[in-house]
């Protein structure tokens, strides 16, 4: 069964720094990666998503995540955070088999000011 | 419309009744996906259709939960006589197509709180 991890279910920057949120997958077949951000009493929205055709995907709002194979990551980052940032991030995989999502526990942004 | 569509987008029941949560898909989009989410436990999958079937229902967490789609358009998911437990937001998903890449548009929810 394939799964993802998210370290740090709280993560903090200041306004302008690098926002990076950590994602861990296992999986011993190629995974279908994805972001998703949550706002607040929102359903969440597509960041980004990996399908192999490129290592380093872009998502929107200046995000972007680096699939890393020899490390099992698909971390997120953002070169300078913005105030509306601020929101709850899950990372996803599309389990092999079936047709469904499996999602990490999330990472809630906080932006300081 | 242009989205998810979520019905009621708030309900508190009594212990013990019967709820009924409904899901607009997205016009076209043939995949239907039910997740809970639950404070500090992410998103929990519930069940897909493709269509009007159900390939899997394995996240079904009792026989209380039951799900259809008619149609191949909306969807309603009922839960019998609800306990506390059950209290969470409840997010439903539609995307074009089956597929490991494609992507899953989200309604913004129904927040369930069972007194």
């Known amino acids: 069964a394939q799964s993802v991890t998210q370290l740090g279910s709280h993560v903090s920057v200041s306004e302008g720094a690098l926002v990076l949120l950590r994602c861990n997958y296992s999986s011993s077949v190629p995974p279908y990666l994805f972001w998703y951000v949550q706002y607040p009493n929102q359903g969440l929205q597509l960041l980004l998503k990996y399908t192999s055709a490129a290592t380093l995907v872009k998502g929107i709002n200046g995000f972007e995540a680096e699939f890393k194979k020899s490390e099992t990551s698909f971390h997120l980052t953002k070169p300078s955070a913005h105030m509306s940032d601020a929101a709850e991030y899950f990372c996803a995989v599309s389990e092999t088999g079936t047709y469904k999502y499996i999602f990490g526990t999330g990472t809630r942004l906080k932006v300081l000011a | 419309g242009a989205g998810v569509s979520q019905s009621p987008s708030n309900k508190v029941t009594e212990k013990g009744k019967d709820v009924e949560l409904r899901c607009d898909p997205i016009s076209g989009h043939t995949a239907l996906y039910w997740y809970r989410q639950s404070l500090g436990q992410g998103l929990e999958f519930l069940i897909y259709f493709q269509g009007n079937s159900a390939p899997d229902k394995s996240g079904l967490p009792s026989d209380r939960f039951s799900a259809e789609r008619t149609g191949g358009s909306v969807s309603t998911l009922t839960i019998q006589r609800t306990q506390q437990e059950d209290s969470a937001v409840y997010l439903c998903?539609?995307?074009?197509?089956?597929?490991?890449?494609?992507?899953?548009?989200f309604g913004q929810g129904t927040r369930l709180t069972v007194v």
């Open positions: 998903a539609s995307s074009p197509d089956l597929g490991r890449n494609t992507e899953a548009f």
